[in-house]
Nanobody, 122 residues
Framework: VQLQASGGGLVQAGDSLRLSCAAS????????MGWFRQVQGKEREFVAA????????SFSDSVKGRFTISRDDAKNTVYLQMNSLKPEDTAVYYC????????????????WGQGTQVTVSS
């Protein structure tokens, strides 16, 4: 499985962005897809995850109510819609795939994309 994240950029506080993660490989619909973010010098942080066919989702407390996650299994793509962005959302965002149920732990995810930078100015 190969993952390609895109959609990052520089925005102002309060703006919105949508990140996309295109996956190649078989049985995409059976994978749990997650988004993590990382600030240089800090550990990778869980943001959101979605189970296969969108049956279940999970969000970190810091983004709950502002971010949504969705997937289009026909396009092998998962999305992270980020609204009401804050400067503290600034990070490199990674998409990842896991064969387990939804997990917030990076170690549970087997495949990782290359990351896309999101910068939110105040």
């Amino acid at each position: 499985v190969q993952l390609q994240a895109s959609g990052g950029g520089l925005v102002q506080a309060g703006d919105s962005l949508r990140l996309s993660c295109a996956a190649s490989g078989r049985l995409f619909s059976s994978w749990t897809m997650g988004w993590f973010r990382q600030v240089q010098g800090k550990e990778r942080e869980f943001v959101a995850a979605i189970r296969w066919r969108g049956a279940s989702t999970s969000f970190s407390d810091s983004v709950k109510g502002r971010f949504t996650i969705s997937r289009d299994d026909a396009k092998n793509t998962v999305y992270l819609q980020m609204n009401s962005l804050k400067p503290e959302d600034t990070a490199v965002y990674y998409c990842a795939a896991a064969s387990t149920w939804i997990s917030t732990m990076p170690g549970e995810y087997v495949y990782w994309g290359q990351g896309t930078q999101v910068t939110v100015s105040s």
